[in-house]
């Protein structure tokens, strides 16, 4: 009998908006495993740091910024290979997922490495989509809204099409994709329509007007919401 | 000073997903509001019936069934009279929603009748999307994947230019509209690349194959997650 596997969703950011689950499990399990860049501190780890009980081994699964190959497989290979030596020594591992490991998370490349010879549990978390609309006060969608979640790097002409075909978007991981965004939203003519958010329900979440952004100045961690109605509720 | 008014997301089913936020406001508040049919239980009240101190004022917000028109414009409005009249008594009221508020809930209809000269704060929660996805095993989404959001009651044309368009789809709201959604699924050679879900994280969440779901058989509360690559994360 070996360890159990977790993916564990933390939220977007507010340590108050972990899960019960999520709370759980990461206080009871011997290994925990975290996502972090290559030098400095993992946010998902700093969202549920105060939790913590001080006792248990941590797994740190550090992404090269400049990585010449995405995802970065040898990094991945090598903590997926750490996770099961853990699990066949009968210990359960929570690996821990910013907002939820099934959107859009880095999760998924561990999943991809663990899936087929292991059970594993995913605990899924508040996602930065409804987090987002949540702290903009701006409903995503109602009745029957088709949503679309858009990533940032796409470029401009499949961005127009796949925003001038949805009722509601999320444009996500705007970063430095974010002048080109504000073009596509401007030859829709929908710049009227979108809402500018980054680092929602994080200490430092700022809500700035589209038009305010510096080119530079968007962070990864960002998001513009759009709905095609003003009000989506109405 | 008027009482503050909270939309709380109380997650999918499972009263283990909700987040420690909205624990605490569910615990605090004096007044709670909660969706419900027209006779029976509430939903978003079962899911958290266990953390409630029994001390509350509650107002139920009872939807006729067979409403004839949609959404049911006089239940909303006498509820946020109701929810009006305990925030000028200095009340705290909290609405609680399935899954999230903002999120395809009806909440939206009282957060259209409120938001203009009350301020509201939303608490996110799991929304069924991440939830129906880990429930499955089945990634969501991953690097510059489109998903799309796609409600169930859309006509098969829509359904299928939508289908056609996003590179991973979650069809909510399936109901009777099962026996449609396969036709649109089959036309598009996706059969194999979807999966079906009910009630997901309740006591009675079943997956089944999308092939043998009577076609009287879906609930509301069913999804079908669709993904062009047979394993989403690679």
């Given at each position: 009998m070996g360890g159990k596997l977790y993916g564990v969703g933390v939220g977007?950011?507010?340590?108050?908006?972990?899960t019960l689950k999520a709370l759980r499990i990461l206080r009871s399990v011997p290994v925990l495993a975290w996502p972090a860049p290559e030098k400095g501190p993992s946010l998902a780890r700093d969202i549920i740091a105060e939790y913590l009980p001080g006792t248990q081994r941590e797994i740190a699964i550090r992404m090269p910024l400049?990585?010449?190959?995405?995802?970065a497989d040898d990094v991945y290979d090598k903590a997926a290979i750490e996770i099961k030596d853990a699990l066949d020594a009968g210990e359960d591992v929570a690996v821990i997922c910013e907002g939820?490991?099934?959107?859009?998370?880095?999760?998924m490349y561990l999943f991809g490495r663990l899936a087929n010879d292991r059970s594993i549990e995913v605990v899924p978390g508040v996602s930065s989509l409804t987090a987002c609309a949540a702290a903009l006060g701006s409903p995503l969608s109602a009745r029957n809204d088709v949503l679309s979640v858009i990533p940032?790097?796409?470029d401009a002409g499949i961005m127009s099409m796949r925003l001038a075909e949805a009722d509601a978007a999320a444009i996500i991981k705007v970063g430095r994709h974010i002048s080109k965004i504000r073009g596509v939203l401007a030859s829709l003519g929908l710049s009227d329509n979108a809402r500018y958010i980054e680092r929602?329900?994080?200490?430092?979440q700022r809500i700035v007007n589209l038009a305010d952004v510096?080119?530079?100045?968007?962070?990864?961690?960002s998001m513009v919401l759009v709905h095609k109605r003003a009000e989506a509720w109405k």
């Open positions: 977007p950011g507010d340590p108050e908006l972990l400049l990585s010449a190959h995405f995802p939820d490991p099934f959107f859009y998370g880095s999760f940032g790097p796409l929602a329900t994080m200490a430092e510096g080119d530079g100045d968007a962070p990864y961690f």
